[in-house]
């Protein structure tokens, strides 16, 4: 599940990536607004964490640009702001929902999580011939289960939800392993010659030197 998060505190935001990572998530970490609104014209997210207190353009001017072009993507503001008048801005500008800074990072969590659920974008993926359940962690192809992987379901995972993209080596590499972690040169490529051979060849095309694309519909 890829979310973006928008926070210019160098330890803040390393932290929330780490920490979504761990989760299940896979996590895009910028500093600014003008980076994320950038970013968010040509990648999408299931989900945006999004501080007030930016350089330039602060958080609620980020939410406000954001709505007016009509996107509904799922924003949770994180600040350390605290007060009522806080919430009630950032709730009218278009959040759905608000949490300070000294909030567990449990909640955090369960806060993203459920914020997902409600946006009907998290739990179920349709693509094609394919169905995927994310909480329960299973894929079905015309009806019928696929014996996948973790790393071979985490993988498909980026590539449905991103369907009709390109994928890019890295982002199935941060999906599958975080930001950290050294990771074999072939990797990736192992995951998705296995995966050509459950969900049909036809159905994952490989854009040389650029990535992977997980075809809406099928020749």
């Known amino acids: 599940m890829r979310i973006l998060i928008v926070e210019d505190h160098a330890l803040m935001g390393a932290g929330l990536r780490s920490s979504l ?41 980020v939410l406000e640009i954001l709505r007016s072009r009509g996107n509904r993507m799922p924003v949770l503001v994180l600040t350390a702001r605290d007060t009522t008048n806080d919430k009630v801005l950032s709730l009218d500008t278009g959040a759905d ?28 993926h349709t693509v094609g011939e394919l169905t995927m359940d994310v909480d329960a962690r299973s894929v079905m192809k015309n009806g019928v289960l696929l014996n996948l992987s973790k790393r071979e379901f985490d993988v498909l995972r980026v590539l449905m939800e991103g369907a009709g993209n390109v994928i890019t080596r890295n982002q199935l590499e941060r999906a599958l392993y975080g930001w950290n972690s050294q990771v074999e040169s072939n990797t990736v490529e192992v995951h998705i010659h296995n ?7 036809k159905n994952l095309k490989t854009m040389r030197g650029i990535g992977y694309t997980l075809l809406r519909n099928a020749p």
Do not use: H, Q
């Open 97 to 124: 929902d608000f949490l300070v800074k000294t909030t567990d990072m449990e909640e955090l969590i369960a806060r993203l999580r459920a914020l997902i659920r409600r946006s009907g974008r998290g739990g179920r």
């Open 21 to 61: 990572g761990r989760s299940g998530f896979d996590p895009t970490w910028v500093k600014d607004g003008e980076a994320a609104l950038n970013l968010l014209k040509t990648e999408d997210f299931l989900a945006m964490v999004l501080d007030i207190s930016l350089p330039g353009m602060n958080g609620l001017e």
């Open 195 to 201: 995966l050509r051979a459950k969900i049909g060849a």
